[in-house]
C-alpha cells in the first residue's frame, strides 16, 4: 500500500480532482430518497402539486449534478490510474536494467514479465477503484446509516448489528483472501515460464514431436493455476452473498418494526428502504474494492521486491585513476605463466589480467571457473577452447561484468573492473554472444547499435568485414529489411555475421567472440575471422571457440579443463606441455605429427 500511496502522491492534484467530484456523485445519491420522501409526504399527502413540481425539480437537478460527479470522476481516475500504472512499469523496466545477472537469475525473467504487466494491472485497477468505488462506498455507507437514523431513530441498534456484522465478515474475507490470491500471482509466474519456455522452443519441440508432453506440462501449470484460482474465488463466493444476507435480514427486520407507522409517513419509510438497499450496495463494494485491495496489495509487494532488489554488481561513480597503477601489485609474471605485463602497458585500456580467479553461480556448490590466472596485453588475440562445461563463457562473462568474480580479481586496463564505472567498462567492450540475438526492426537499426551516429559506409564497411554484406544486398529492401523478433526471417549463419559486424561497428577496445561462428561452415568461418582480423587491428580479441582450427593462429591459446586453465600458451607450447589441448587436437585434427592439416581447414584466425 505505501507503494501505491508513493505514486498516488505524484498526482495528487489529479487524484483530487477526482476525489472531489466523487464526493458530489455520492452526495447527490444520498440527497435523492429524502426528497423523494419529501415529495410522497408532503406534496402528494397535501394533494399540492406545486410541491411536487418543486421537490421534483430539485431532485432533477440533484441527478443532474451527480451526473456530471461521474463522468469527470470517470475522466480523472481512469487518467491517474493509467499514467500511474505507465509510471510503476517504466519504473520497473528501468530497475532491472540496472540489475545484473544474479540478480535476473533469482527473480526469474517469466516472473518479471508478470509483475511488469499482471501486477500493475491489479495496481493500477486498484487505484482506479479507489477513485470510482472505494471513497464512495463508506461514505454512501456512513451517510445512509446516519440519514435512515435521523428519519427513524428507533433502529439505530439494528443498523449498529447489521455493520458489526458485516465488518467481521469483510475482515475475515481479506484474512483468508490475501494468502490465496498471493498463492495465485505465484501460480501464473508458472505458467508464463512454461508459456515462454514452449514458444522459445516450438522447432525443438515440432522436431521431436514432443506436443504432447508439452500439453501435459502445460496443463499441470494452467491446471494449478486454476486451482489458486478457485481457492480465491470461493472466499469471495462464501462472504459476498453472507453480507447481502446480513443486509436484506436488517430491511425485513426494519419493515417489521416499522410496521405500526401511520400511512403519513410512508415516504419516510420509502426512505429509510432505500437507504438500506444503498447501504447494502455500498457494503458490496466495500467488499469487492477489499478484494481488489487484496491483490493489490499482493501484487505491490512482488513489484516492491524488483524495485528494492539490490544490484549484486555495486556501481562506482568515479573512477578512482591514482590507484589504477597499483591495482595489479603482487602479479607476477610467475603467477600467470607468461611474461610479466609492464606498468605502462598495464594501463593501456586493453590489457586484461586474471589474477586467481574464481567465480560460482548462485546456488551451486561447485565453481564455474576456478583459480583462473592468466594476462593479454593490448592488441592481442587469445584463443580460448576447452570441452562443453569447462567455463569459457563464463570466464569471458567476467571481463565486461555480467559476474562479478566470487574471489580474486578482474583487471582491465590494469584497473579491476569493480572499480571502473560500469558504463565505461561495456563502452570500451563489445560482445558476440554464442546465440545471436536481433532486435525487432530493420537490418540497419540492429546494426546501429554498435554506432548509433554511424553513416551507411561505415555500416557496410563492418557488414563487409562479417561477411554479411554480400547476402544484405541480396534481400529486396536491404539494410531496411525488417526482421522479425530474434530476426526469425534470417539464418542463423546470417544472424551470427550481423551480430559481429553490430560488433565491430563499434571500434571497441576489447573484442569478445563466444563462439559466433558456429554456425558457420569453415570456409565462411574462415573468411569472417579473416575479415574481423582486418578491422580489429589493435583490438584486444577473446575467441571462444569449440574448434581447434579457429584458435590455433591466435597469439596466445587457454585452454581450460572443469573451470581450470590447464594450458596457456602458444599452438606448439600447448601441443608440448598441455594434455587436455592434444586430446582436443587429436579428436579435431588427428595425427599429431601433421599440424599442417590443421590449417588446411581455413578456419585460423590470423588466415
Known amino acids: 500500500m505505501k507503494l501505491m500511496m508513493h505514486y498516488i502522491k505524484k498526482h495528487i492534484g489529479m487524484f483530487l480532482i477526482a476525489v472531489v467530484f466523487l464526493a458530489i456523485e455520492t452526495f447527490a445519491d444520498l440527497l435523492q430518497p429524502t426528497f423523494m420522501s419529501y415529495i410522497v409526504d408532503r406534496g402528494v399527502k ?52 540496472t540489475l545484473s545477472y544474479e540478480n535476473i537469475d533469482r527473480l526469474q525473467p517469466a516472473s518479471i514479465v508478470t509483475r511488469i504487466t499482471n501486477d500493475v494491472t491489479q495496481m493500477q485497477n486498484f487505484i482506479n477503484g479507489i477513485m470510482r468505488i472505494m471513497l464512495k462506498a463508506p461514505v454512501t455507507c456512513v451517510g445512509a446509516v446516519v440519514l435512515i437514523v435521523l428519519q427513524m431513530p428507533a433502529l439505530l441498534p439494528l443498523m449498529m448489528v447489521i455493520l458489526v456484522c458485516a465488518g467481521l465478515l469483510i475482515c475475515g474475507n481479506m484474512k483468508l483472501g490475501y494468502p490465496r490470491f498471493d498463492r495465485m500471482q505465484k501460480k501464473l509466474d508458472g505458467l508464463n515460464r512454461t508459456s515462454r519456455e514452449f514458444l522459445s522452443a516450438i522447432r525443438v519441440v515440432k522436431a521431436f514431436r514432443a506436443e504432447e508432453q508439452e500439453r501435459e506440462k502445460f496443463g499441470d501449470a ?89 544490484p549484486a554488481q555495486q556501481e562506482v561513480a568515479e573512477e578512482n585513476t591514482g590507484a589504477a597503477a597499483n591495482e595489479t601489485g603482487g602479479f607476477s609474471a ?118 548509433k551516429q ?41 544472424k551470427q555475421r550481423l551480430s559481429i559486424a553490430r560488433a565491430l561497428l563499434k571500434k571497441p577496445r576489447i573484442l569478445i567472440l563466444d563462439d559466433c561462428t558456429s554456425a558457420l561452415d569453415a570456409t565462411t568461418e574462415a573468411q569472417v575471422l579473416a575479415g574481423i582480423r582486418r578491422e580489429s587491428a589493435g583490438m584486444t580479441v577473446l575467441l571462444v571457440s569449440q574448434r581447434i582450427a579457429t584458435v590455433m593462429k591466435a597469439d596466445h591459446i587457454l585452454c581450460m579443463e572443469d573451470g581450470r586453465v590447464c594450458g596457456f600458451g602458444s599452438h606448439e607450447e600447448l601441443m608440448a606441455d598441455c594434455e587436455p589441448y592434444r586430446a582436443i587436437y587429436r579428436s579435431q585434427i588427428g595425427d599429431e605429427d601433421c599440424p599442417g592439416a590443421a590449417a588446411g581447414e581455413g578456419g585460423a584466425f590470423h588466415g
Not at 66 to 81: C, H, K, L, Q
Not at 359 to 364: D, K, L, M, N, Q
Request: charged share 20%; aromatic share 6%; hydrophobic share 45%.
Open 46 to 97: 397535501g394533494q399540492e402539486l406545486e410541491l411536487i413540481l418543486q421537490y421534483g425539480l430539485i431532485m432533477l437537478g440533484i441527478t443532474a449534478a451527480g451526473a456530471v460527479g461521474a463522468v469527470v470522476r470517470n475522466i480523472y481516475a481512469s487518467r491517474t490510474s493509467q499514467l500511474i500504472g505507465k509510471e510503476i512499469r517504466l519504473d520497473i523496466y528501468e530497475k532491472v536494467q
Open 222 to 310: 494452467s491446471g494449478q493455476l486454476a486451482e489458486a484460482g478457485i481457492s480465491s474465488m470461493r472466499v469471495m463466493a462464501v462472504f459476498g452473498p453472507l453480507i447481502n444476507l446480513t443486509v436484506n435480514a436488517g430491511i425485513v427486520v426494519m419493515l417489521w418494526l416499522s410496521g405500526r407507522e401511520t400511512a403519513g409517513e410512508i415516504g419516510r419509510l420509502m426512505a429509510c428502504v432505500n437507504y438500506m438497499t444503498q447501504v447494502l450496495f455500498a457494503l458490496g463494494m466495500v467488499s469487492n474494492i477489499l478484494n481488489s485491495a487484496v491483490r493489490a496489495v499482493a501484487s505491490s509487494a512482488r513489484v516492491q521486491e524488483v524495485l528494492s532488489e539490490m
Open 334 to 451: 610467475a603467477d600467470s605463466g607468461c611474461e610479466e605485463i609492464s606498468p605502462r602497458e598495464q594501463l593501456s585500456e586493453g590489457s586484461i589480467v586474471f589474477r586467481q580467479v574464481s567465480f560460482a553461480y548462485a546456488g551451486t556448490a561447485r565453481p564455474a571457473v576456478q583459480d583462473a590466472v592468466f594476462s593479454v596485453r593490448a592488441g592481442e588475440t587469445v584463443g580460448i577452447i576447452g570441452p562443453t562445461g569447462s567455463g569459457k563463457s563464463t570466464l569471458v562473462n567476467l571481463v565486461p561484468r555480467f559476474y562479478d568474480a566470487t574471489r580474486g580479481q578482474v583487471l582491465v586496463g590494469g584497473r579491476d573492473v569493480t572499480r571502473v564505472p560500469m558504463a565505461q567498462l561495456r563502452q570500451m567492450i563489445a560482445v558476440v554472444p554464442q546465440k545471436a540475438l536481433l532486435f525487432t526492426g530493420t537490418i540497419e537499426e540492429n546494426l546501429r547499435w554498435g554506432d
Open 454 to 494: 554511424a553513416g551507411r559506409e561505415e555500416i557496410c564497411r563492418a557488414a563487409e568485414a562479417a561477411c554479411a554484406q554480400a547476402f544484405v544486398e541480396k534481400l529486396p529492401e536491404g539494410y531496411d529489411t525488417w526482421l522479425g523478433q530474434g530476426g526469425v526471417n534470417l539464418s542463423g549463419g546470417q
